[in-house]
């Protein structure tokens, strides 16, 4: 089984981390492989029912608390963002980010690539998982399993083009994106 592949903005010793799955209370957890971000968001955002939502959370300022920005949005529009943020979204280890629908759908992009999934039908999502090569096992380790004071790991900013995620948010509130 293979080994999981680090973003830019994470660095943490992972080596016991596998392209693996589990469900458990109604939610699909994984640690999704650097490679994988674009061909999973692509195909997941086209699973979802309108309405939906973009979300965006974000260090505010100094302090080790969260912003949470929030775009209604269509699926098209999911795609956009994607397509013209993904070089931030899918390197930056500090953010956490993910889509929703009032259908119950809902993706979410933690800290360490940790995502977890939540929807009524799991199985859709499972499929994605499953095409690009994760197994399910119900003892799955994520990379929030094997930090530990000899293995902290570290997450930091990134810049794709001189943007980061603050120009996410800026670009962002142009069309709607706003701070619950």
Request: proline letters at 3%; charged letters at 30%; hydrophobic letters at 35%.
């Amino acid at each position: 089984m293979s080994e999981i592949k680090l973003i830019a903005g994470v660095s943490v010793g992972a080596d016991s981390v596998r392209k693996e799955y589990k469900i458990e209370d109604g939610r699909l957890t994984l640690t999704l492989s650097a490679e994988d971000y674009k061909s999973f968001f692509r195909q997941a955002i086209a699973k979802f029912t309108e309405p939906m939502f973009f979300f965006i959370e974000v260090p505010d300022g100094d302090s080790d608390e969260y912003l949470t920005y929030y775009l209604n949005c269509t699926v098209p529009v999911a795609k956009a963002i994607l397509k013209r943020y993904g070089g931030i979204l899918f390197s930056d280890g500090v953010i956490k980010f993910g889509f929703g629908s009032e259908a119950g759908d809902e993706i979410y992009m933690q800290e360490f690539q940790r995502l977890d999934i939540y929807s009524n039908s799991l199985s859709k999502f499972e499929a994605i998982v499953k095409s690009l090569g994760y197994k399910n096992n119900p003892e799955a380790t994520t990379i929030w399993d094997v930090l530990s004071d000899d293995n902290p790991g570290m997450r930091e900013c990134v810049e794709v083009d001189d943007e980061s995620f603050e120009d996410i948010v800026e670009n962002l509130k142009d069309v709607g994106l706003y701070c619950k």
